[in-house]
């Protein structure tokens, strides 16, 4: 199921939109702030985040900057009460991928929610189906030529980023940061021997993961 995170501090609309998002089949994470919202989007999977802009604590454009500091792709749609094209272009230039002013149409956001996972597909779908191989996040299962592949939830969750991020570089702290989370005691050999065990146990021609002396690590999809 498609995650979606909501960051308003206004109960009513985040309400709203929790109800209406529920309906259309969507799971629904709730932050009431920004600092609040960053420190879900740390230690939850999501594929999508609205936010407001006015918030206490962090406003939406300073989230929005924090959540591309590592994570480039996760569609990001801001919702405002400032239409004005200077605030349109401050969001736009600072990674957000969509729009809207309030009042919110609920039937115009949901067909601009769909837009954004076409757009990216491949993580939306929790599902990345290759010539061999199969990964389906909602099961966290890998089958290689229909041999299910054992492997466990977080060594699942780095090869489905990597593989839906196809030839994308991630360091290691990145990589440490989506997987493990900021908080976590782990180190960076932590994602190395991760890497390493994934090498070793999921044998497929459709990709390589690949090392990228000096940066981290990036799958090639063949």
């Not at 149409?105 to 010539?131: C, F, N, P, W």
């Not at 702290?173 to 070793?200: A, C, F, P």
Request: net charge negative.
């Amino acid at each position: 199921m498609t995650r979606i995170l909501i960051v308003e501090d206004d109960l009513r609309i985040q309400t709203l939109l929790q109800t209406f998002l529920s309906r259309q089949g969507f799971e629904i994470i709730k932050a009431d702030d920004g600092k609040t919202g960053l420190d879900v989007f740390k230690h939850e999977h999501v594929d999508l985040v609205i936010t407001d802009v006015m918030m206490p604590l962090m406003d939406g454009h300073s989230l929005v900057s924090a959540i591309r500091s590592y994570d480039k792709t996760v569609p990001l749609l801001m919702l405002t009460a400032l239409g004005g094209l200077e605030d349109k272009t401050k969001g736009f230039e600072g990674g957000v991928d969509d729009y809207m002013v309030k009042p919110i149409d609920l039937s115009e956001l949901l067909l601009r929610i769909k837009a954004l996972l076409r757009r990216y597909g491949i993580v939306s779908a929790q599902r990345i189906t290759l010539e061999h191989t199969v990964l389906d996040a909602s099961s966290l299962t890998c089958t290689v030529d229909g041999i299910e592949v054992s492997l466990t939830p977080k060594a699942f969750r780095l090869l489905f980023k990597l593989l839906a991020s196809d030839n994308t570089i991630f360091t290691r702290e990145q990589l440490m940061n989506e997987i493990w989370g900021y908080d976590s005691e782990s180190y960076d050999r932590t994602v190395d021997t991760h890497i390493k065990r994934l090498r070793e146990h999921v044998k497929s021609d459709d990709f390589e993961i690949v090392t990228v002396r000096g940066l981290g690590y990036k799958a090639v999809i063949r």
